[in-house]
């Protein structure tokens, strides 16, 4: 298997389109068919887009060899969640919760651990 067709492989099953896909790695759809399609060769800087953006295995994007994707624990999964919430510039509620989170001192927190606690008993 070539890397355009692991990249093709690998943008289907995330179900993104090329537009979305490329996207996500700030270039266009076109250069994204271009690899995925053999006419343009996988650069280096684009592997390490891919698999920064998308957490797959280095190995896998190269050789075919290992994973697909790299297990990530708890703690990094937060914050590529987090991450990817404060990079969409729409105001949605996600992004206002998460952004007010990142401004609460000591104190608004030991305030929000009473209120969810109490929460929970109820």
């Known amino acids: 298997m070539t890397h355009g067709e692991r990249i093709r492989m690998l943008r289907k099953e995330m179900n993104m389109t090329l537009e979305k896909f490329g996207e996500r790695l ?7 068919s271009n690899i995925e ?3 343009r060769n996988l650069t280096d800087q684009m592997s390490k887009s891919i698999c ?11 050789t075919g060899n290992g994973e697909v ?3 990530l624990d708890k703690e990094n999964q937060l914050m590529i969640w987090a991450a990817d919430i404060l990079k969409d510039e729409s105001d949605t509620y996600k992004r206002r919760f998460i952004k007010m989170l990142m401004e609460l001192n000591e104190s608004d927190w030991e305030t929000l651990e009473k209120i ?4 929970h008993k109820s």
């Open 69 to 71: 994707f790299i297990d």
């Open 37 to 39: 399609n053999g006419s």
């Open 116 to 119: 969810t606690t109490h929460l």
């Open 52 to 62: 920064r953006e998308f957490n797959v295995n280095e190995e896998w994007l190269r």
């Open 26 to 32: 700030g270039v266009g759809k076109t250069a994204i």
